[in-house]
């Protein structure tokens, strides 16, 4: 069993930063994908960026467009936590963001992911 704890939501100015993170329980958090996903009010809950590891010590990162050059994800390992720097904030990143983790890198299928954090608000004023 995986429990995920996010924090590091708040209020920012559009072109501001915020960094959320992700505390991880769990032996194998080294191998999980982590992930980060959003949701905003009567949208559907979005894919934003993830990390997943190849198998022999190196891990990708995967960005959706609409956070491509803006966003940062990362991971510390031995801290069990991952981390999302966000740059540039628009008006139109604010969500829920939540973190999700799973053995096997699903990309943007949530469903893929069996893990859940209960999630962090963000909002950006203009």
């Known amino acids: 069993q995986v429990q995920l704890v996010e924090s590091g939501g708040g209020l920012v100015q559009a072109g501001g930063s915020l960094r959320l993170s992700c505390a991880a329980s769990?032996?194998?958090?080294?191998?999980?994908?982590m992930v980060w996903f959003r949701q905003a009010p009567g949208n559907e809950r979005e894919f934003v960026a993830a990390?997943?590891?190849?198998?022999?010590?190196?891990?990708?990162?995967h960005y959706a467009d609409s956070v491509k050059g803006r966003f940062t994800i990362s991971r510390d390992n031995a801290k069990n936590t991952v981390y999302l720097h966000m740059n540039s904030l628009k008006p139109e990143d604010p969500a829920i963001y939540y973190c999700?983790?799973?053995?096997?890198?699903?990309?943007?299928?949530?469903?893929?992911?069996?893990?859940w954090g209960q999630g962090t608000q963000i909002t950006v004023s203009s």
């Open positions: 999700a983790a799973g053995a096997v890198y699903s990309g943007s299928r949530s469903e893929g992911y069996p893990y």
């Open positions: 769990g032996r194998t958090f080294s191998s999980y994908a």
């Open positions: 990390t997943s590891w190849s198998g022999d010590s190196v891990y990708y990162a």
